[in-house]
C-alpha cells in the first residue's frame, strides 16, 4: 500500500509517498480501507521529531481517517461488517491506503456524509467533546472562550457548545477567520492581533467573565485568560502554540479566583478514556451531522489535497492558512 513518510525529522520537503507492506488486523482489529485522512498540527510536530507516536503505535503520520470496512480481524463481536462506511480517530496510521483500528473505536459515517466530510470529524469533534463534557464538564446557560476558533477543534467546539446550550466566544487572527467563527454559531469574536481579548470579552460578559476557556495557545495568553476568566472557572490547556512558560505570578492570581487549570492531550489517554467520549460522542451528538437536524452539526473542510501533495498540505497548515480542516484524499 501507500502512504506518507519521511526518512529524518525537518521540513515539509522530507515528505514522501512510499510503498509499504499492507497491515493485517489483529485479534478484536478491523482493517479499513482510507478514502480520506486529515491533517493536524501533531504530524507537524511529529514531522519536526518533536512528538514521538505512542508506544506501539503506527510510525506513519494521520490521527483520523475515513473509509470502508475491508477485513474483520478474529474475535471481533459483529458490529462491523464488510464494506461499511466508517471513520476513526487514530494514534497514528491514518494517512495510508489502509489502516488498522479496534473495533470499537470505529463510528459509522453519518448518512449522505461523504469521506471528505466525515474524515474533518474525528480528531477535531471528538477533542472538542471530550474538551466540554469531560474535561470542562460544560453547563447550560455558561460562556466559554475559544481560542483558535476558526482551526478544526475550534468551529467544532464552537457547534457543541451551542448544542449544550452554552454561549460559544471565540479569538482568531483575520477578519476572514473571525467571519468564519460567525458562521459557526459564535455569540462575538475578537482579533487577538489587534485587539486585546481579554477587555473585549469582560465587556461581552459584563465584566463576569467566562467560565470556561479552551486554550491551545498557552504561555503568552496566560494574563489575559485568567484577566477574563470567572471567579471559580476553568481553565482548559491542550495545546502549547506560543510555549510553556509563564513569567508572573500566576498562582496567586489563580488562587484569587478560586480558578482551576485542567490539561488534556487526547493522543496520550488511554483507550478506555478515549473510548468512553467517543461512545457519548456517537450517541449524543453524531446525529445531529444528518442532514434534517436542527441544530445541524457541520465539519469545516478548508481544502483537500492528493496524497501525493501532502508537503503542500503541511506548508498551508505551517503557514496558518487553513480555516478548518485539510483533507487529505487517498488514491482510488
Known amino acids: 500500500m501507500l502512504a506518507v513518510y519521511f526518512d529524518s525529522p525537518g521540513g515539509p520537503e522530507n515528505l514522501y509517498v512510499k510503498e509499504v507492506m499492507k497491515p493485517h488486523p489483529g485479534e478484536g482489529e478491523v482493517l479499513v480501507k482510507v478514502s480520506a485522512s486529515a491533517l493536524n ?36 463481536k459483529g458490529q462491523w461488517k464488510i464494506g461499511d462506511a466508517v471513520m476513526a480517530l487514530l494514534s497514528g496510521g491514518g494517512q495510508a491506503e489502509y489502516v488498522t483500528v479496534p473495533e470499537g473505536l470505529l463510528m459509522p459515517i453519518p448518512k449522505d456524509m461523504t469521506f471528505i466530510q466525515a474524515a474533518a470529524i474525528p480528531e477535531a469533534w471528538l477533542t472538542a467533546f471530550q ?9 447550560k446557560g455558561e460562556t466559554v472562550l475559544i481560542h483558535a476558533g476558526a482551526s478544526g477543534v475550534g468551529t467544532a467546539a464552537i457547534q457543541l457548545v451551542r448544542l449544550a446550550k452554552a454561549i460559544p466566544i471565540a479569538t482568531a487572527g483575520t477578519q476572514e477567520k473571525l467571519k468564519a467563527t460567525a458562521n459557526a ?20 460578559t459584563q465584566g463576569l467573565g467566562v467560565d470556561v476557556i479552551l486554550d491551545c495557545v498557552g504561555g503568552s495568553y496566560w494574563e489575559k485568560n485568567l484577566n477574563c476568566l470567572r471567579t471559580d472557572g476553568r481553565w482548559i490547556i491542550y495545546g502549547l502554540l506560543s510555549g510553556g512558560e509563564v513569567h508572573g505570578d500566576l498562582l496567586a492570581r489563580l488562587l484569587s479566583k478560586r480558578a482551576s487549570i485542567h490539561t488534556t492531550l487526547l493522543r496520550s489517554r488511554d483507550k478506555e478514556a478515549s473510548d468512553g467520549s467517543q461512545q457519548s460522542f456517537t450517541e449524543d451528538a453524531l446525529p445531529y451531522f444528518t442532514g434534517g437536524t436542527s441544530p ?11 496524497l501525493h501533495e501532502i508537503a503542500a498540505a503541511h506548508r498551508i497548515m505551517e503557514e496558518n492558512k487553513n480555516i478548518g480542516k485539510i483533507v487529505i484524499e487517498m488514491p482510488a
Do not use: M, W
Not at 494521520?62 to 473509509?67: H, M, S
Not at 445541524?296 to 492528493?306: A, R
Open 296 to 306: 445541524h452539526l457541520q465539519p469545516l473542510v478548508d481544502s483537500v489535497y492528493p
Open 131 to 139: 474538551l466540554l463534557h469531560f474535561v470542562a464538564k460544560v453547563q
Open 185 to 204: 454559531g459564535a455569540a462575538a469574536g475578537f482579533n487577538y492581533k489587534t485587539e486585546d481579548f481579554s477587555e473585549k470579552v469582560l465587556a461581552f
Open 41 to 76: 498540527r501533531v504530524d507537524l510536530l511529529q514531522r519536526r521529531g518533536k512528538y514521538p507516536p505512542p508506544k506501539g503505535a503506527s510510525e506513519i503520520l494521520g490521527l483520523e481517517a475515513a473509509g470502508t470496512v475491508a477485513e474483520l480481524g478474529t474475535g471481533c
